[in-house]
């Protein structure tokens, strides 16, 4: 069969992600709520509530892969908007640490909540389309991780409670340690509160 002509289907893909991503963040900027939240400053929100406990402006710019002035700008502002409350670190007098205050968690609970068009988009997927997008997406962010072309997310794929193909059962081969149960490539995790990561 002859070639189909035009871009190699490497570029085809990295084209499609991107317009995934270009989807994704049209929807953060028109889900920008009653504060107004840029983009970034949803993902701060969102990131602080993640981690359930005040954390340095510096691992914030890592997390998200930013720049200290961006990330102060938008911490500025945040604080402004009385959703970012800074507090002294016990650790280190010198430094501040930033967590939400009550407003900023219940914005966090707000943002949680995903789009309507994002979500009916992946209904479209068939329950296997589904397992093996979600496969191929977390082995692609690890496989971005690992030439740190992007932060270390908590996901199973660099967990230390991640045991693959653990089981026979081909619908649940993995297993989760921490729980101590078996799960399915449609249940991986991309960011899980209960992450630790994985030595070596
Ligand atoms: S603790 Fe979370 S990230 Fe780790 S294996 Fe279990 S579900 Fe995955």
């Known amino acids: 069969m002859a070639d189909v002509p035009g871009l190699p289907p490497a570029s085809q893909l990295l084209i499609g992600l991107a317009r ?31 981690r359930g406990h005040p954390i340095r402006q510096g691992e914030i710019v890592t997390a998200l892969a930013s720049t200290p002035p961006t990330v102060s ?25 930033l967590g939400l205050t009550e407003a900023g968690h219940e914005e966090a609970g707000r ?3 995903q789009s309507e068009t994002l979500t009916g988009a992946v209904s479209a997927l068939s329950e296997d389309d589904f397992a093996a997008m979600l496969r191929s997406t977390t082995t692609l962010i690890r496989e971005l991780q690992d030439r740190r072309a992007i932060p270390i997310s908590r996901m199973c794929l660099t967990c230390r409670f991640f045991v693959p193909r653990a089981h026979p059962d081909p619908a649940r081969p993995h297993h989760c340690a921490f729980v101590d149960a078996p799960f399915g490539d449609a249940e991986l995790r991309v960011s899980c509160p209960d992450h630790e990561p994985a030595t070596g």
């Open 111 to 113: 943002l949680a909540v």
């Open 73 to 97: 700008d938008a911490v500025k502002t945040l604080r402004k908007k009385e959703l970012l409350e800074a507090t002294r670190d016990p650790g280190d007098a010198r430094a501040l640490l």
């Open 20 to 50: 995934l991503g270009q989807a994704v963040r049209m929807e953060a900027w028109r889900n920008a709520g009653p504060h107004n939240l840029s983009p970034l400053q949803a993902d701060i929100v969102a990131l602080l509530h993640d």
